[in-house]
């Protein structure tokens, strides 16, 4: 369900919800509001991560719906791999090594023989091609680099690419794999379009997409040491039960996942009464002092991401000037919506690259990032901006477009993620003071993806940068998740050509995105990567209002212990991209009390 709120509703329901967290801190919780709650039998790892229960929810893990779990997936349907960011190393898991033949144009990777689903059936090649192949039917950004895949034998998977490329390792290696179970017919069903010479842009093509993201598994069949015991998921929580059988079982220290469901404000209570052992959501400054207070330890590391003002350029025509967004940029103080959301775990990005600022220096030369604009607040140069490119305000200080566009929109954002709402309603308020009169739309979580992808909106918080260490994931994030390339609607419908100032004339984004990553010339790489920051400083499609911290609870001694020392290079790692808490738990270091 959605709503508009005023910014005094917002005020009385975050002092509300402020004030129940702190209630929650002090042992005031009603009893009725933990009773829901209870423990994982044996020695249990307690997390949290929102999900639907069926049918909403439900077991293909690639739709929208999927009850993927978060980090937590990776305990279940096992990647090939996950990475050190510290030492630029991987973990090994369904593959045991890989290499690129530039001679030969191919990514090979060798799997973990041996291995067994948890419905008993081997784990091999063709689980590998199954899965690439419905990422080809859903557009999966990989397929720009990779041509084909060959098996020569159970245990090895070949990667032909058009060009090598650096990044084909990493988009290898840490997808998920799933079932041949529960999706090899769907793989067949691609194969065949793919023989009669069908593409994406055909019917029949989009046609199998369709219907592919109706298809509903019985439940997940899995690869890890976990797998979800469908009859413990309530409204409440869920149990991963561990696999026995697993490869990775022997290592793992722990006989149960439990997962609370809800996002911010429900998890903020149970987290308070120490039943849950860590947690990745957005809490406020408020809570997490509560936390602290508890004695709770809180880790804080880099995501590479955060969130970042999107705009429908299909419904918003006065938006498409670059003028329009470098003057937002300008009128709108990131540090407030910073500090509103979450404190010290919020970092208003410096450089307006497009990707983290803790990768610009690898990235791009001195003299490049010279160049960039950093758009600092400047209400006064927003003003000439605004009236350069021919706007003017009316009578009620509301700016109007030489078209005669009123400025006067909606942001959506989630009403249960407690951090973006802060900042919507900080950069609603900031936005109205410039003269452009902004309202806060509430929406329900599971609803933004959807109502993202198919243009359901007028501006809109959603993520910029990526946990990877790559640039062009950050660029695929900005310009294409929420884009018209995602394959799954309009989204914001910015177009991909544009007049790039900084470059000397018109540029295709598209194809610079896809270029950036080509190549084993890392050198070659920074260029465009380089140009490609540019291009996103000057156009500013999107606005990122911080770059995200973890604030991530992690009290020790209740059920769990081994958490390394503050400083430890495992906490380069994003909490999301390649969670460290995943790791720690699949190598052991992470045990029960």
């Keep these: ?32 509001a933990l009773a829901q709650y209870g423990m994982g039998g044996g020695k249990a790892f307690n997390g949290a991560y929102p999900y639907d229960l069926p049918p909403t929810g439900h077991y293909n893990t690639f739709a929208t719906g ?6 937590y997936r990776d305990l279940m349907e096992m990647p090939l791999g996950m990475y050190y960011w510290s030492k630029g190393t991987w973990m090994p898991l369904m593959a045991t090594s890989w290499e690129t033949m530039p001679d030969r144009n191919m990514f090979q990777i060798k799997l973990r023989q041996g291995a067994k689903w948890s419905d008993g059936s081997s784990f091999g090649s063709k689980d590998v091609v199954n899965t690439f192949l419905l990422q080809k039917l859903l557009n999966n950004v990989v397929w720009r680099y990779v041509d084909s895949i060959e098996t020569p034998d159970d245990y090895t998977v070949n ?9 084909v390792e990493r988009y290898v290696l840490r997808t998920n794999i799933t079932s041949s179970a529960n999706y090899g017919p769907w793989a067949n069903k691609v194969r065949d379009l793919m023989n009669a010479g069908k593409t994406a842009d055909s019917d029949e093509w989009k046609a ?19 797998a979800i015991d469908p009859k413990s998921m309530t409204e409440a929580q869920v149990t991963l039960t561990k696999v026995s059988s697993s490869w990775a079982a022997g290592t793992v220290g722990f006989d149960s996942v439990v997962l609370y469901n809800g996002e911010t404000p429900t998890i903020s209570s149970v987290v308070l009464s120490k039943e849950v052992d860590y947690a990745t959501h957005g809490f406020p400054p408020a809570t997490e002092k509560a936390f602290k207070d508890l004695g709770f330890r809180i880790l804080r590391p ?4 955060g969130p970042a003002l999107y705009f429908n350029y299909a419904k918003m025509p006065a938006i498409a000037p670059k003028a329009v967004r470098q003057a937002i940029a300008h009128a709108i103080k990131r540090e407030i919506g910073a500090a509103a959301a979450l404190g010290e775990s919020a970092e208003p990005p410096k450089y307006m690259a497009g990707f983290s600022d803790r990768l610009v220096s690898k990235w791009m030369t001195p003299d490049a990032v010279a160049k960039l604009n950093k758009y600092e607040y400047n209400p006064a140069g927003a003003e000439a901006l605004m009236t350069g490119a021919g706007y003017k305000k009316g009578s009620d200080g509301v700016w109007v477009s030489p078209d005669g566009e009123r400025m006067e929109y909606e942001v959506t954002v989630p009403a249960e993620f407690a951090d973006n ?90 194809a610079m995105i896809t270029a950036s990553a080509q190549g084993l010339d890392v050198e070659a790489q920074k260029d465009l990567i380089g140009k490609l920051a540019l291009a996103y400083n000057e156009l500013l499609p999107n606005i990122p209002q911080y770059e995200r911290l973890g604030n991530n609870p992690a009290p020790e001694g209740i059920r769990v212990k081994g958490w390394p020392a503050v400083g430890d290079p495992i906490f380069e790692n994003s909490p999301y991209a390649d969670s460290f808490t995943v790791m720690l738990i699949l190598d052991g270091t992470l045990k029960a009390v």
């Design 1 to 32: 369900m959605s709503s508009e709120v005023s910014s005094g509703i917002r005020r009385r329901q975050a002092i509300g919800l402020v004030g129940a967290m702190l209630g929650a801190a002090s042992g005031a919780i009603p009893a009725t």
């Design 66 to 71: 999927g009850i993927t779990l978060g980090i």
């Design 159 to 167: 990667f032909i690419m058009g060009k090598p490329t650096t990044i």
């Design 208 to 226: 199998l997409r369709k219907e592919f993201s109706e298809f509903r598994p019985k439940a997940m069949v899995t690869s890890g040491p976990f």
């Design 302 to 305: 880099p995501t590479y991401a």
């Design 421 to 510: 709402s802060a900042l919507a309603q900080a950069v609603a308020e900031q936005l109205t003071a410039f003269g452009i009169k902004t309202t806060v739309r509430l929406i329900t979580f599971t609803q933004l993806t959807p109502d993202t992808q198919a243009g359901n909106f007028q501006m809109v918080i959603q993520g910029w940068g990526s946990g990877n260490p790559h640039p062009h994931f950050a660029f695929v994030a900005d310009l294409f998740t929420w884009n018209t390339p995602a394959g799954a609607g309009p989204g914001m419908a910015y177009p991909l050509i544009q007049k790039v100032d900084a470059l000397g004339g018109e540029v295709d984004l598209d």
